[in-house]
């Protein structure tokens, strides 16, 4: 049975159990605990989810949110916070809410594309005329740049920010691991500050006016760009594809009878309405038609399989307890 008719085949049970709830939530409500830089695309999202599914089956559906760095929402999950649906910025994310027993396993071969349903890359904003002539990573580490970057140990951007760096000097030095790790070591020598979160670091390098460049999601440094704040977008000639993904959190879905509504949310993600949204909220979508010819700067992509060897590899090298990042960065220094 298609996606669609499954879900609509069980709406009625849907609707019939609309008034139970779990923890004084109605079976009409999704929570969806998502990453910091997702806030505004998930609520236009959600509003576009809730009027599909009021026409398809004649309910009404609230889809609360929360947003904070990727891998403190991880925890937040494990600890207890009872999402439906979890939105994070990067699969070891996911993995870690799936080893704890709340996710299946096999959960990235659910949905299309790795149950990423939309891209973005890590691009460069700068002051407006872009006063220290930033184009490139190499540029990043000279003396005096001072890079804005949130921290790798609570926020999955960081994670996509470091590897991006990583990806390119294994590029540089043909693929020299002592090499790329000396390169990375000089850029977070040039960061003056960790925030825990993509937006956090957003507010540091616009708001609070610190850094010269702010390494960044590609939709957060063109929604700066977009509120007129006084920056402009820089993107690198290569960088990394980040592919964000969603997943049904089981025990909760199954505890709290929301697996069909859920179910239809993450595949509206898909649907070529929530694909365009992406997009205006500078989302590379995975359709080719949800976005107009030119929306998207070019740029060369490599993947983290390509650079470390798939995720697993990554998070062993660089991201746990003692790993490279531990080893290169020494607040302060």
Not at 199 to 228: C, H, P, Q, S, Y
Not at 262 to 279: C, D, G, K, N, R
Not at 315 to 332: K, L, N, S, T
Request: charged share 20%.
């Amino acid at each position: 049975m298609a996606p669609v008719a499954r879900v609509l085949a069980l709406a009625a049970s849907l609707a019939a159990a609309a008034t139970g709830c779990d923890g004084g939530r109605p079976d009409s409500v999704l929570f969806n605990v998502s990453y910091d830089a997702t806030r505004e695309l998930y609520a236009e999202l959600e509003t576009a989810f809730a009027a599909d599914w009021k026409a398809k089956t004649g309910q009404s559906v609230t889809v609360d949110q929360s947003h904070a760095g990727s891998g403190k929402q991880a925890r937040s999950v494990v600890d207890g916070n009872d999402p439906d649906i979890v939105s994070l910025a990067l699969a070891p994310d996911i993995d870690h809410i799936a080893r704890a027993g709340l996710i299946d396993l096999a959960w990235q071969a659910r949905l299309p594309h790795r149950s990423a349903p939309y891209t973005s890359t890590i691009v460069f904003l700068v002051r407006k005329g872009n006063p220290k002539g930033i184009r490139d990573w190499s540029d990043l580490v000279r003396p005096g740049v001072q890079v804005i970057t949130p921290n790798p140990r609570t926020s999955g951007g960081a994670r996509w920010n470091y590897l991006a760096a990583w990806g390119h000097a294994l590029e540089q030095h043909g693929g020299d691991e002592t090499k790329a790790r000396a390169f990375v070591a000089a850029l977070y020598r040039n960061v003056p500050v960790l925030d825990s979160g993509a937006r956090a670091a957003t507010t540091t390098f616009v708001e609070r006016e610190i850094g010269d460049v702010l390494l960044a999601w590609e939709n957060e440094a063109l929604l700066a760009v977009a509120k007129g704040k006084p920056v402009e977008l820089v993107v690198p000639p290569a960088s990394i594809l980040a592919e964000p993904p969603v997943a049904i959190v089981d025990k909760v879905v199954d505890r709290r009878g929301t697996r069909a509504l859920a179910t239809a949310y993450v595949e509206f993600l898909y649907a070529p309405a929530a694909q365009a949204i992406a997009a205006r909220h500078h989302y590379r979508p995975r359709d080719p038609a949800a976005a107009p010819p030119g929306t998207f700067a070019p740029v060369r992509l490599f993947t983290v399989d390509e650079i470390a060897g798939g995720w697993d590899k990554a998070e062993a090298a660089h991201f746990v307890d003692g790993a490279v990042f531990d080893q290169i960065y020494a607040p302060g220094q």
